[in-house]
C-alpha cells in the first residue's frame, strides 16, 4: 500500500513512522510513505496555501487550488481511481473506528490531506475528497496526527505486517470486549501478587477466568461495547454472574466481596 500525506508541516511526520511495525512495514516493501509539502503546490510566489474566510470570521481556510493540483498531481489526473481513497482529515468527518481500517485495508493507496487553522474549503470534501474523516470527539491543533493515527491502524492490518502469532491470535479472540488483564515476573511485586489462578497450569480455567475479567471490565468501562458484542453461550453465563455478584454486592451481602489482605 501507498500512502501521500498531504501537509504544511512535513518535518511532524519524521519521527513518528520510523519505528517498530511501521519502521518494517516499510523497509520490508508492504507499505510506502510519501509526505508532501502542500506549500510546493501552491501557484504564487509567497506560497500562500491558506486566505480569509468569505463570509468573515476568525482565522484563514485553506485554499482548494493547492489541494486539487497536490492530488491531481498524484493521481495523474482528476479522476480518482476506484483503488485510492482521498481522506480529508477534519473534525466535520465520520469518526474512525475498526471497520473503517478494515475497509481502507483493502485499498492500493491512500491519499491523506491534513487541514489545521479554521477548516478546509468546503469544496475540496464534496468534490475531491472520497472520503472525510475525524478520529473522534475532542479538538487537536491539525490533521497530522491523525493521519499518523490512520497510517498505523491500517498497515498493522496489511498481511505480513505483524508476526504470525499476533496477526493469529487477532482472529482467535471473539470480537468486541476489551482485553483480560495481562501479568508477567515476579509473581509478587513489592506485595503485589499475581492472581494464583494463573500460575496453577489449569488452562481451562485460565481461560475462563481471563473471559470473565475482560467482561467485567468491559461492563465498567465500556458498556456501550457490550450491547454491540459478538457473545456465546458462556459469555452471557460469565456475564449474567458478573452481574448477580455486582447485585449482591449493592444489597451489601459481604459473601460476594473481595478478600482484602
Ligand atoms: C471544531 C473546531 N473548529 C471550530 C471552528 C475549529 C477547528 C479546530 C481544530 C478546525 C480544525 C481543527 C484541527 N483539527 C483537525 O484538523 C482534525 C481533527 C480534530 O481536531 N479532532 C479529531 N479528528 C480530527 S481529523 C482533523
Given at each position: ?14 519521527g ?5 511495525i511501521l ?26 496555501v ?48 475498526q471497520?473503517?481500517a478494515?475497509?481502507?485495508?483493502r ?24 472520503d ?73 480455567e ?56
Amino acid at each position: 500500500m501507498r500512502f501521500d500525506v498531504l501537509t504544511i508541516f512535513p518535518g511532524m511526520f519524521r519521527g513518528p513512522l520510523e519505528y517498530s511495525i511501521l519502521k518494517r512495514a516499510q523497509d520490508q516493501g508492504i507499505i510506502q510513505i510519501h509526505i508532501h509539502d502542500l506549500r510546493d503546490y501552491a501557484t504564487d510566489k509567497h506560497r500562500m496555501v491558506d486566505d480569509r474566510p468569505f463570509g468573515g470570521g476568525a482565522g484563514m481556510v485553506f485554499k482548494p487550488e493547492p489541494i486539487f493540483r497536490a492530488v491531481e498531481t498524484l493521481i495523474g489526473g482528476r479522476s480518482v481511481p476506484a483503488s485510492t481513497a482521498v481522506i480529508l482529515l477534519s473534525p466535520q468527518g465520520r469518526v474512525f473506528h475498526q471497520r473503517e481500517a478494515e475497509r481502507l485495508s483493502r485499498m492500493e493507496r491512500l491519499i491523506l490531506i491534513c487541514g489545521r487553522y479554521e477548516g478546509v474549503d468546503e469544496r475540496v470534501a464534496e468534490h475531491l475528497a472520497t472520503d472525510e474523516i475525524s478520529i473522534g470527539d475532542y479538538i487537536l491543533t491539525g490533521g497530522e496526527i491523525p493521519a499518523m493515527v490512520i497510517i498505523d491502524a491500517v498497515t498493522r492490518l496489511l498481511p505480513g505486517a505483524l508476526g504470525h502469532h499476533a496477526s493469529a491470535q487477532r482472529d482467535s479472540f471473539a470480537e468486541g470486549i476489551l482485553d483480560y488483564p495481562q501479568y508477567t515476573r515476579p509473581a509478587d511485586f513489592r506485595g503485589l501478587k499475581v492472581p494464583d489462578i494463573l500460575l496453577s497450569g489449569h488452562h481451562a480455567e485460565i481461560e475462563r477466568w481471563r473471559r470473565r475479567k475482560a467482561l467485567e471490565k468491559t461492563l465498567r468501562v465500556r458498556p456501550d461495547l457490550l450491547a454491540r458484542a459478538h457473545l456465546d453461550e458462556r459469555d452471557r453465563a460469565l456475564l449474567d454472574e458478573i452481574k448477580a455478584e455486582q447485585a449482591s454486592r449493592r444489597r451489601g451481602d459481604p459473601s460476594t466481596d473481595k478478600p482484602t489482605a
